[in-house]
Structures are given as structure tokens and as C-alpha cells.
């Protein structure tokens, strides 16, 4: 196997090649360019590592993942509207698109608190039951423990008396 080193400048040209609006795939680069898949691959993960959008299964931004979508989100926060007009032309994007993705990150806890909720009211639920069951239970035990009781006492009564079947006999 030949390790060979790429300049800086030929790597960073590729990786443009994968981010938006090209969106090339990396197998499309790899016949492109001459240069394994595998390559690619790990340059395109060591970027996404600094921080860099490369979208993998779909050229279509809607298809991207949770965190690429994040990612421009994040990216295009501090811009003012003539700057995210730029850099959606940039990257192939809708200024409209962002926007959902901004409001989708934005509201994503909200479900998250209503499920936390109603988890509470759930579990405060399921002790109320507990803790009826526990009385429940409480209160059988006390039953039983008075039946054994008295069994043993009539036992008792039984061996010092005897039945009262044998006086009728």
C-alpha cells in the first residue's frame, strides 16, 4: 500500500467538491479525481470534525442529517439577511429552508418538556397506586395475622376442653 501525501490546496479543492451546492458524492469524486474512496472518506470525516457541512446521503439539503442541518443553523446564526442570501447561494440553500431548520432547533425541547410532564404526572400516578397497594397489603397482613391468631387459639381452646362434639356424644 503507497501512502501518498496531497498538498493542502488539492484537498481543501475536493472537499469543496463534496460540500454544497456540488454535493458530489464520493464515489463520483473518487473516478473524478483518482484518488481512493477511502481517502475521501476520512478527509471528508476529519472535516466534519472541524466543523465543516458535507452532507453524505443526498444532495438534497432536506435529506441531510440532524447535525449537518444544525451545523448551518449554527453557522448562519450572527448573519444579518443580505449575508444568509449569500451563503445560501453559496451552498446550494433557500433562505427559507434555514429558517425551518433555525425553528426546528429552536422548538425541539418543546416536545421534550411536555413528554417530561407528562412522564411526572405518570410516575406521581404510579406511587399513589403504590402506595395504595401498600395499605392494601398492610391491611391483609393485619387480617391474617389475627386469623392465625385465633386458629391457634381455638387450638388451644380445643386441647384444654376438647370439641364440643364429644359432650353430645
Sequence with gaps: MINVRY?????????KK????????IPELAEQEGITATTLYNWRKQARARGQVLPSRSTKPDHWTSQEKFQIVLETAPMNEAEL???????????EQVEAWRDACMNANE???????????????EQK???????ELH???KALAETAALLALSKKAEA?????NDEDD
Design 7 to 15: 498538498p493542502a490546496e488539492r484537498k481543501e479543492a475536493i472537499l
Design 18 to 25: 463534496m460540500a454544497p451546492p456540488m454535493s458530489m458524492t
Design 85 to 95: 442570501s449569500a451563503y445560501c447561494r453559496e451552498h446550494g440553500l433557500y433562505p
Design 111 to 125: 416536545g421534550a418538556a411536555a413528554q417530561a410532564k407528562q412522564h411526572r404526572q405518570a410516575r406521581k400516578a
Design 129 to 135: 397506586r403504590l402506595r395504595k397497594l401498600e395499605r
Design 139 to 141: 391491611r391483609k397482613d
Design 160 to 164: 384444654i376442653w376438647g370439641t364440643t
